[in-house]
């Protein structure tokens, strides 16, 4: 499954209706932990909605640690470095709402005690289509894949679409496929 809506009302389904996901108990906790590791696995790249899951990811390890032991600090300690690796992990990959989730990560630090020296200007300097130009070393049907969800984003993205073909160009070579793209690029941005 690979749809961040359907993710999304699954994991919330969970939350709501399974009591040990609900009551966060240890066996509970594990299974949510598993779902939502799933989920990222799935669509935690999407660039545009992917941003959902991973909120709704550190919502959930927020409930947990509300429901700890205030004197319990060990574990406390614990759970509050877990919901900052959750960040770390999410913006480490390009996505939609970069910015936001850096100020959301600012702001959840703020309210533990810590400050973070980190501007907008931090993010400027990346291109949107960065993630893109990384993967493209990998596996072609994966890189493919991820430029027709781009493509799908920002469908009148002229540089996008001549990295795509280019891509194409160079590493599938098939007629049709390489044709269809140009189509469709076209098609999108007739100044091509």
């Known amino acids: 499954m690979q749809s961040v809506s359907l993710w999304c009302d699954y994991l919330s389904f969970i939350q709501k209706y399974d009591s040990s996901v609900h009551e966060c108990s240890p066996t509970g906790i594990s299974k949510a932990r598993d779902l939502f590791e799933r989920a990222l696995i799935a669509c935690g790249l999407h660039v545009a909605e992917g941003s959902k899951i991973w909120e709704a990811y550190r919502s959930y390890e927020e409930a947990i640690l509300n429901k700890m032991n205030e004197t319990d600090l060990e574990s406390r300690e614990k759970q509050v470095q877990r919901i900052r690796n959750l960040f770390h992990r999410q913006l480490s ?69 001549m990295n795509y073909t280019d891509y194409l160009n160079r590493t599938l070579k098939t007629d049709k496929t390489l044709r269809d793209c140009f189509n469709r690029a076209t098609r999108n941005c007739p100044k091509l």
Do not use: C
């Open 93 to 161: 990959i390009p996505h939609g709402d970069l910015r936001s989730t850096l100020l959301t990560y600012k702001t959840w630090e703020a309210e533990h005690g810590n400050t973070l020296d980190v501007t907008n200007s931090t993010t400027d300097g990346i291109s949107p289509h960065a993630y893109l130009n990384f993967e493209q070393s990998g596996d072609p049907a994966r890189v493919k894949s991820l430029y027709e969800r781009a493509t799908t984003e920002f469908p009148i993205s002229g540089d996008l679409w």
